[in-house]
């Protein structure tokens, strides 16, 4: 009875709670700002795989899905909100594999950006999308509870934000700690929820903690699985049959010298 009245001081008026709305806008932004910086820069183009594609409209379809969403919840109707929910629970299923499919072909190909180590890159990429999978159906699970529900989704976006931080961030600048830098600055949402919490209501919110223990395990997990006999067997799995397969997966590769990205050897 104390957690229940504990966790009611959190409960707004859906409609007059304009936060969650707010944050899922800046985070959308960071989002495109990454990729389009990326874009401009000529680190990227159209001229790319069918499963990059994929995986751009999937995600991005996402991004989109998370702002609307957030912003019914608050204007209304909430009758349409319920039935995007429903689409965006169905939508995670488009996303998995998208992001799957690129990440592995990144790995297979050699061309896994120079600021990580592709051993880790394949660990950490599988468990921000499992982080964000798991905290995401949480929130769907809870979303009769509302302050539970608005929470686990900014928890659950913070999980899939490295990527659009990557962009952003001087990634090169910050090897061998690019990954954590990514990671860490992404908790600057879940920071921003924690003050506002103190603020308005005196204590954090427990989702907040699920949020930052999710991050913690997602920064952690790949330094130290990523080094060990079991990553090198996931590795050599992934790998096997392609050019990742000469390339060691515990080495950083050199910046490319005219900004392409190329399949690289061991001993390059």
Known sequence: MATLAADATFEEPAREERFFGTL???????????????????????????????????FMGWVTLFVAQSWLATRGPMALHRKLGWLAAAWMALMVPAGLAVMLGVVRDGTAPFFFRPQEFLIANPLSMLAFVAL???????????????????????MIMGPGFG??????????????????????????????????????????????????????????????????????????GSPGASIDGMAFAPPPVDGARRPRHAGD
């Open 167 to 240: 962009r952003l961030l001087p990634m090169p600048l910050l090897t061998p700690y690019a990954f954590e830098a990514a990671g860490l600055a992404a908790i600057v949402f879940l920071i921003v929820g924690i003050v506002r919490d103190v603020r308005k209501f005196g204590q954090v919110h427990p989702a907040w903690w699920i949020g930052l223990a999710a991050m913690a395990v997602l920064i952690v997990v790949p330094k130290v699985l990523a080094p060990t006999a079991l990553g090198d067997r996931l590795y050599a799995a992934a790998v096997a």
């Open 136 to 158: 995401t159906v949480a929130a769907i699970a809870m979303r009769k509870r509302t302050d539970w529900h608005a929470r686990l989704h900014i928890c659950g976006m913070t």
């Open 24 to 58: 899922a806008i800046f985070m959308a932004l960071v989002i495109v700002a990454g990729f389009l910086t990326n874009f401009l820069a000529g680190r990227s183009t159209f001229a790319s795989p069918m499963r990059v594609h994929l995986h751009a409209v999937a």
